[in-house]
């Protein structure tokens, strides 16, 4: 089969032959369909994860959408969204799943889009149902709302009862882009100048929830404005991995920092997730931007995801 390989750590994968993964106990032969890239599959490879990395040479590819091959529990032809199975990422024609960690795509909603519900949408609906625990009317503040974690944040977050939903991001078309999907107001983040003036005036003096896949400058911004008993929710570093935050910000308005992975979630509540945003996206309500490329260009897709680019690119085996 033709397949993506990560043959050194620290390089791009290359395309090239490698034997197709045989079925083994519990888990399901699936032909992939279609591969999205996340950031963390070059973490991975890399090797700047928490998490450890598979031995080389390996298929990176950590989520995929496909058809049932071969296993149980599922019958052969079942369109499915998958975590992939250590070695044999998504990034090839086959790959392997924990046949528990599969869940059906609805017929209505196309490959490429359920390809798009994985990793950043599941981190920004559980971070704000789940984690978050987001309460009707509330005010919500989305930083990196330009990026494709934030878009669907957006959007999740009007879907989930905000009252007021507030888009924090640098890409210009971006914050329209947001505007377009629901947020009532916007902030530029190309400017770190009084971005806790911004933020209040914004929210106007009312904050309870944020999620903040930045940290760095946006975060602790953001930490100020909170409204006692307010939330962050902790998604990623891309603006900086370190804040210095007096206690007695945390302290004195008791607020709460609520750190969130997906690899620490239960499947059974990723799973409802994905079947929630599937409806919405089969429905028109939740939308979502995509490129897709040939497995072919891999390597060039992969260099293009270590730029940040704001919508998902997926590789079609």
């Known amino acids: 089969m033709r397949a993506a390989v990560i043959e050194q750590y620290g390089d791009p994968p290359v395309v090239r032959e490698m034997p197709a993964?045989?079925?083994?106990?519990?888990?399901?032969?699936?032909?992939?369909?279609?591969?999205?890239?996340?950031?963390?599959?070059?973490?991975?490879?890399n090797r700047r994860f928490y998490g450890p990395s598979p031995a080389t040479p390996y298929?990176?590819?950590?989520?995929?959408?496909?058809?049932?091959?071969?296993?149980?529990?599922?019958?052969?032809?079942?369109?499915?969204?998958?975590?992939?199975?250590?070695?044999?990422?998504?990034?090839?024609?086959?790959?392997?799943?924990?046949?528990a960690q599969t869940v059906e795509v609805p017929d209505a909603?196309?490959?490429?889009?359920?390809?798009?519900?994985?990793?950043?949408?599941?981190?920004?609906?559980l971070g704000l149902e789940w984690r978050g625990n987001i309460r009707p009317g509330e005010t919500v503040l989305v930083l990196g709302a330009t990026g494709v974690l934030g878009m669907v944040a957006v959007q999740a977050a009007r879907l989930l009862g905000a009252g007021r939903v507030v888009a924090a991001g640098r890409s210009q078309e971006?914050?329209?882009?947001?505007?377009?999907l629901g947020a009532d107001a916007t902030v530029d983040l190309g400017s770190e100048e009084d971005l806790v003036g911004r933020f209040s005036q914004t929210v106007a003096g009312n904050l309870d929830l944020?999620?903040?896949?930045?940290?760095?400058?946006?975060?602790?911004?953001?930490?100020?404005?909170?409204?006692?008993g307010g939330r962050l929710v902790q998604l990623g570093q891309a603006a900086g991995p370190e804040i210095s935050l007096p206690s007695g910000a945390v302290r004195g308005r008791q607020l709460a920092i609520l750190g969130h992975t997906n690899f620490a979630v239960p499947w059974e509540i990723k799973a409802r997730a994905f079947q929630t945003m599937a409806g919405h996206a089969a429905a028109g309500k939740l939308k979502v931007s995509y490129e897709t490329l040939p497995l072919e260009k891999a390597p060039e897709a992969w260099r293009r995801q270590a730029s940040s680019p704001g919508h998902k690119l997926i590789l079609i085996p």
């Open 21 to 45: 993964p045989e079925k083994v106990d519990g888990a399901l032969l699936i032909e992939v369909t279609a591969a999205p890239l996340n950031p963390v599959d070059l973490s991975i490879a």
């Open 59 to 99: 298929v990176p590819g950590r989520e995929g959408v496909g058809r049932v091959l071969e296993g149980l529990g599922l019958k052969a032809g079942s369109r499915v969204y998958f975590e992939a199975d250590g070695a044999h990422g998504s990034l090839a024609q086959r790959s392997l799943a924990p046949a």
């Open 109 to 125: 909603v196309p490959d490429a889009v359920a390809a798009c519900l994985g990793i950043p949408a599941l981190a920004a609906w």
């Open 174 to 180: 971006g914050l329209r882009r947001a505007a377009e």
């Open 210 to 228: 944020v999620i903040d896949p930045l940290w760095g400058p946006p975060a602790l911004a953001a930490l100020r404005v909170l409204r006692v």
